[in-house]
């Protein structure tokens, strides 16, 4: 298995049960996740030609993204699914990890308590 991956795979393994935060940055957009993980799992390629359905880490449990405006709605399923496709890890501390991959950077971090 790939390094980084391991990486990920450790941390998000560290804080199932817990409430992350997606950063997702691609295109010029950005979308911001909060999701409640449950579990991982993977998702082999299956067709190493057509890259439709690439190799990806899958975030099980339930979240909430905001939308265009501002509003929070739910995420149409129950997963979360970081394609691990050229995956590098560009920075990681206890409870935030920053990586990127051939789509789209990431920051993931733990969603701070509500004061």
């Known amino acids: 298995m790939d390094k980084s ?3 990920l795979n450790e941390w998000l393994n560290g804080k199932t049960g ?4 997606i950063e ?17 799992g993977e ?3 299956d ?15 339930s979240g909430r993204i905001l939308n265009a405006e501002d509003e929070s ?6 997963t979360y699914e970081i394609v691990l ?6 920075d990681q501390e206890e409870n935030r990890i920053t990586l990127k991959n051939d789509r789209a950077e990431y920051e993931v971090s733990l969603e701070s308590p509500q004061a």
């Open 5 to 7: 991956i391991e990486i």
């Open 18 to 21: 817990q409430t992350l935060k």
């Open 24 to 40: 997702k940055k691609e295109n010029g957009d950005t979308d911001i996740v909060h999701f409640e993980l449950e579990d991982l």
């Open 43 to 45: 998702r082999p390629q």
């Open 47 to 61: 067709n190493p030609v057509d890259d439709y359905l690439e190799r990806a880490l899958l975030l099980r449990g």
């Open 73 to 78: 709605v739910p995420l149409p399923g129950d």
């Open 85 to 90: 496709n050229d995956l590098e890890i560009l």
